[in-house]
């Protein structure tokens, strides 16, 4: 018997084997499989267990930890929410995270490995780390005139220092309040419906992930082209345009707003915004020298993280004649976001350079310690000094005799352009009001800042002059504010 | 020992009792439990629970309680029986104590530790009052009558959680089932010990099988498909399957005939395919198995078996540590049926191979004790009860873990459930009982010379005494010629067990390579 025994022996101990095969394989091999499954709690018990890390503009928190004792249990809060809601996104225990929120979750959710002191041994340990501060560039008080600039319009601000790249505000109206979407409740999810079910679209970030055809704000790019390309040396000889312009191989005429457009100087043509000016030197210029310079600038680039992504803007790489016509007036299916018009301004008061635009200055660990920095760097060289130069002086011109004098600021220079974006079917949609601009105090070494404007609902219908009349004022308070 | 002379036994040699070794595993045992005890309290509260001295000091009552009974009973025992099992209680209070923290409402650890003092104190009395095993040989169809009578009485109350078989007393809840599996184990081991010659060689020869007469399987397949019968009707599938599995490794280890198992395996599939088919509430747990993540792909959340899954992924290698872990998640059975899992999520692989070895070295030192009697009812009973524990481990590990189908089962000690506590403890009862017996030297008057004789003449000159891997009990001095039989020395007879099972008249007890059973049969 005792053989039988011992081979009923060897059985039970090929069970107690096998359970422990399949222990290897559910602990070890399919365990990462198991722990990033969606219906997998844990990750967001541990990243709720602690309170979050914090979002500083200026050295101050605009975020906040609030223990509400559940089982996710600390709860995010936001001092200003509407404010800060296109810098800091939202932390919501149900929906996730977004933009900075969302970029820096790591650091500020304590699951960064930088923040560990000793690694290996944090590893072995598990042993949750406290998050970290995310130091954001935004200046309070630029945000603040921004908001307040656009007020209860539909629109967005985005404003960068030129010579660093430092995003100085981000702002898009309207603003929602990210305080609510923070917890368990069921008012969260209730919030979370009327914001999205809301058509002024509140949770959009306008300012960083939102195109809109750029209107004559982009003749600033056509001039840069054209001056590289030495389509124009004098910007005050005549151009030799007709007005109206017949778009090449077509029989469009296309009419200007303003007067004076016909063989108007580079110049003239600038400050008082003439349509058939730019399109018959982007036309010149060829599509391929225009989708250069518009790369340049930062057009049609994907990758843009500011660390949050921002939308891409385009200036399409295949058309005809006509289109590039169109398109060399931000008309078209050339489309630009804030954050990209401010760094066309930037260019030009930067002398050419586009420096890469960022959000976070800093990380540091719970302690304050830096945990890594954002380095400076320039992107492009969008045109040469020479060039930056001309178009330093002619946006100048738009502010102190053309479009823009709503944006002039005593004891600065000023730098502007008006443009008004023609969209929807046949045109017919309410036009976008634009202003970009950047200002100089005056003895400074450095421009103090750049900023694009854009607002949705601009009451005023006519030309660039609705850019200068709605757009323009909010321009100069963010400027004014950067300035002090 | 060294090989002493069949003829001649060292004179004045004894066994060591081992008592002292027993002692001291039991306070190690006891020391592992109140650190882990202490250890939840610290990774919980910060703070040293404050009743963790009356816990410690109650599980030392109760290892004390265990120990002194089998010195005084069972003084040659098996060390290691009763350690294992005081610690393995001793980690399922732990762990219970640590899930109440997540049910304040809802604390399971007071009742755990009335069971379990409960079976410690029937543990005592199996081991005082249950002088020698064999006495259960002679009850075996009283125990076969009220096992079967244990397991039809839930059927006439109400069904908890979708399985009958509970009965609900003044507030105690109580599967008298879990017993039941004692009894009928003994049963199949009296039955299948007294009747084994016939079961092997007689009856009808069918294609390669040699069929046993109706008249001698009859009774024990009767019995087998009666409580696998009610069973199903309870839906309690695990123990059907814990039933089957036992019967029929023992039927293999009694009559040695490999193509029992090839039937019980076909039986056993067939059965399964019918029962997944037939029952739905068997085969949303095969899907269950198949899938685990299917629910959480049809946007209902994840199943407690995809719960229970994170929960031992999440443990990893080395786990998150007592107290660390988020196994609530499971929600419902996560004391009973799935503490498995917490076990998993905050010791890691590493506590769970721990775990895994315990059990096995359970179940090895009641094969070792089966090896070494002499009697083939307490060889069929020392086998039968190690083997109910492996699958009852086998099963309930690997339905929880993902390896099988799950099917709802207490983890041997571990687990939330008085019925569970109360009848492993009684497994561990008669295991130390049989152990005792195994490891006892037999008195050294006439009969050893007797028995030494028999060996004598039948190793021969050539062959050791010993079988080689009985050497570590070395208990028995007449018990050496039998190992011929089994281990093929060179000088033992022939293994008179021939396949076709012709010849070999029923010398011993019937059985030819049963030569072992010298000692009991007198």
Redesign the interface.
């Known amino acids: 018997m005792n053989r039988y025994i011992r081979r009923a022996g060897v059985f039970c101990l090929i069970l107690l084997v096998a359970l422990l095969l399949n222990a290897v394989r559910v602990q070890v091999f399919e365990a990462e499989r198991y722990d990033d499954n969606s219906a997998n709690r844990r990750g967001a018990l541990a990243r709720y267990s602690q309170p979050r890390g914090d979002i500083l503009v200026d050295g101050e928190p605009v975020t906040g930890s609030r223990d509400s004792g559940g089982t996710l249990r600390y709860e995010r809060t936001y001092a200003e929410g509407p404010l800060y809601a296109p810098v800091t996104g939202y932390a919501s225990q149900i929906y996730g995270t977004s933009l900075l929120e969302s970029a820096e979750d790591d650091v500020l959710s304590g699951t960064d490995p930088r923040l560990a002191p000793f690694p290996l041994w944090t590893d072995i340990s598990r042993a949750q780390q406290p998050g970290g501060d995310v130091v954001s560039t935004v200046d309070a008080a630029v945000q603040q005139a921004a908001f307040e600039g656009l007020g209860g319009k539909k629109g967005a601000v985005a404003a960068v220092q030129p010579r660093t790249g430092k995003i100085l505000a981000l702002v898009s109206t309207p603003s929602y309040d990210p305080n609510e979407l923070s917890g368990t409740e069921r008012s969260v999810a209730d919030t979370w419906n009327r914001l999205n079910r809301s058509g002024g679209r509140p949770m959009i970030n306008r300012a960083l992930k939102q195109t809109y055809p750029p209107g004559s704000t982009f003749k600033i790019v056509t001039a840069a082209a054209a001056l590289d390309h030495r389509k124009v040396t004098d910007l005050d000889a005549a151009t030799d345009t007709p007005s109206p312009y017949t778009l090449p191989g077509t029989s469009t005429r296309l009419t200007n707003e303003a007067g004076d457009c016909a063989n108007a100087s580079l110049r003239h043509a600038f400050e008082v915004s003439c349509n058939t000016v730019f399109a018959r030197l982007g036309v010149d210029v060829g599509l391929d020298g225009m989708a250069e310079a518009a790369e340049k600038f930062g057009f049609n680039d994907a990758d843009l993280k500011v660390p949050s992504t921002a939308a891409r803007s385009v200036f399409d790489t295949d058309m005809d004649a006509a289109q590039v016509a169109l398109s060399s007036i931000g008309q078209y299916d050339t489309t630009a976001t804030p954050l990209q018009m401010a760094m066309v301004a930037a260019a030009v008061a930067n002398d050419g350079e586009v420096r890469a635009p960022y959000l976070v200055d800093k990380v540091t660990d719970a302690h304050g310690d830096t945990v890594s920095a954002t380095r400076q760097k320039t992107l492009h060289r969008a045109m040469s000094r020479g060039t930056a130069r001309h178009l330093q002086e002619m946006m100048t011109g738009v502010v102190t005799r053309g479009t823009g004098t709503g944006a002039a600021i005593d004891g600065a220079t000023v730098g502007g352009k008006t443009g008004t974006a023609q969209h929807g079917v046949d045109n017919k949609g309410t036009p976008y009001a634009w202003f970009v601009s950047w200002a100089k105090k005056d003895g400074a070494a450095d421009p103090a800042v750049a900023v694009a404007v854009v607002v949705e609902d601009a009451a005023a219908d006519r030309a660039d002059i609705s850019g200068g009349g709605s757009a323009a004022p909010i321009a100069r308070a963010v400027m004014r504010a950067a300035l002090r | 020992m060294t090989a002493p002379t069949a003829d001649a036994p060292p004179p004045g040699l004894r066994m060591p009792g081992r008592r002292g070794t027993e002692l001291a595993l039991l306070a190690g045992a006891v020391l592992i439990s109140v650190c882990g005890y202490i250890d939840v309290g610290l990774a919980r509260q910060n703070a040293v629970p404050g009743d963790a001295a009356s816990y410690g000091a109650g599980l030392a009552a109760l290892a004390l309680l265990g120990h002194l009974a089998v010195r005084f009973r069972a003084p040659y025992a098996d060390p290691l029986l009763l350690p294992i099992a005081i610690l393995l209680n001793g980690l399922g209070l732990l762990l219970i104590f640590r899930l109440d923290l997540e049910t304040p409402a809802d604390r399971a650890s007071p009742t755990q530790l009335v069971w379990s003092a409960l079976g410690v104190g029937l543990f005592a009395a199996v081991v005082l009052l249950l002088r020698d095993h064999r006495t259960l040989q002679r009850y075996a169809y009283v125990s076969v009558a009220a096992g079967l009578a244990l397991m039809v009485v839930p059927i006439f109350f109400p069904a908890v959680n979708g399985a009958k078989i509970w009965i609900r007393v003044a507030g105690f809840s109580f599967q008298p089932g879990e017993f039941a599996k004692i009894l009928i184990t003994v049963f199949f081991a009296a039955y299948l010990a007294a009747n084994r010659s016939a079961l092997a060689h007689t009856g009808k020869r069918m294609w390669k099988l040699q069929f046993p007469a109706g008249r001698v399987l009859g009774p024990v397949v009767a019995v087998w498909l009666v409580s696998v019968g009610v069973l199903v009707l309870e839906r309690d599938l695990g123990t059907s399957l814990l039933f089957f599995g036992v019967f029929v490794?023992l039927l293999?280890?009694?009559t040695?005939r490999t193509g029992w198992i090839a039937v019980g395996l076909l039986l056993a599939a067939a059965g399964a395919a019918a029962v997944g088919v037939l029952e739905p509430h068997v085969h949303s747990r095969v899907a269950d198995w198949l899938h685990p993540?299917a629910s959480?792909t049809a946007g209902r959340?994840?199943s407690q078996l995809?719960q229970s899954?994170?929960a031992?992924?999440?443990?990893?290698?080395?786990g998150?540590?007592l107290g660390?872990g988020?196994s609530a998640?499971i929600g419902f059975a996560m004391k009973s049926d799935f503490i498995l899992a917490t076990y998993?999520e905050e010791l890691?692989?590493t506590g769970?191979?721990a775990l895994?070895l315990l059990?096995?070295l359970l179940?090895?030192r009641g094969?070792r004790a089966?090896?070494a009697l002499r009697d083939?009812f307490g060889?069929l009973l020392a086998?039968g009860l190690?083997?109910l524990l492996?699958?009852q481990?086998?099963v309930i590990?690997?339905g929880v873990?993902?390896?099988i189908p799950l099917t709802g089962m207490a983890m041997p000690f571990l687990a939330q459930g008085g019925s569970s506590v109360v009848t492993n403890w009684v497994i561990v009862a008669l295991l130390v009982r049989v152990s005792d017996s195994a490891r006892r030297p037999l008195p050294d008057t006439a009969e050893t010379g007797v028995i030494a004789g028999l060996g004598g003449t039948r190793s021969g000159a050539s062959a050791p005494p010993y079988?080689e891997d009985d050497l570590p009990y070395g208990y028995g001095y007449g018990y050496g010629g039998g190992?011929g039989?089994?281990?093929g020395s060179p000088g033992g007879p022939p293994d008179g067990h021939a396949p076709h099972g012709r010849g070999a008249p029923a010398d011993h007890d019937g059985?030819p390579?049963?030569h072992?059973d010298q000692g009991s049969r007198r």
């Open positions: 490794v293999y280890v009694a040695g993540f959480i959340g994840a995809a899954l994170f031992f992924a999440a443990g990893g290698l080395l998150t540590g660390e988020h998640l998993g890691g692989l769970l191979t895994f059990y096995a179940v090895a094969f089966g090896l083939p060889r086998v190690a083997s492996a699958v481990v086998f590990a690997g873990m993902g390896l079988e190992g039989g089994d281990g059985v390579d049963d072992d």
